[in-house]
């Protein structure tokens, strides 16, 4: 079992950046997979970034070049860094996590059905 709390959404004004964190507690930290995903206004969530426990990472498109996952274990925590943000980044942004050996190789990293553990959310408001 693993909890997930995410922390650090804010309102920030387009261009800005901002960098989004998420404590994992419970079960050893090593055995999981992380993500990002999030869920826009009147939108499905979507995958945002993956990073495996060997800290091999994935991003989607939308994302590749202005966001940067990424996890400490000392402090069992997942970050994500947010560069360059515009309105279409404006979501409720969630941490989720699965054991790797479930999703390593399947190609399904960015898939919401990938994962079974979830945080609560949290908000990320982006205006000009």
């Known amino acids: 079992q693993v909890k997930l709390v995410e922390s650090g959404g804010a309102s920030v004004q387009t261009g800005g950046s901002l960098t989004l964190s998420c404590v994992v507690s419970g079960d050893h930290y090593d055995m999981f997979s992380l993500a990002w995903f999030r869920q826009r206004p009147s939108k499905g969530r979507e995958g945002v970034a993956h990073?495996?426990?060997?800290?091999?990472?994935i991003y989607a498109d939308s994302v590749q070049g202005r966001f940067t996952i990424s996890r400490d274990g000392h402090k069992v925590m997942a970050y994500l860094q947010m560069s360059n943000l515009t309105s279409d980044d404006t979501a409720v942004y969630y941490c989720a996590a699965e054991r790797w050996w479930l999703l390593r190789g399947q190609g399904r990293e960015l898939a919401d059905s990938s994962y079974s553990y979830w945080g609560q959310g949290t908000q990320v408001t982006v205006s000009s």
């Open positions: 990073i495996d426990a060997d800290g091999t990472t």
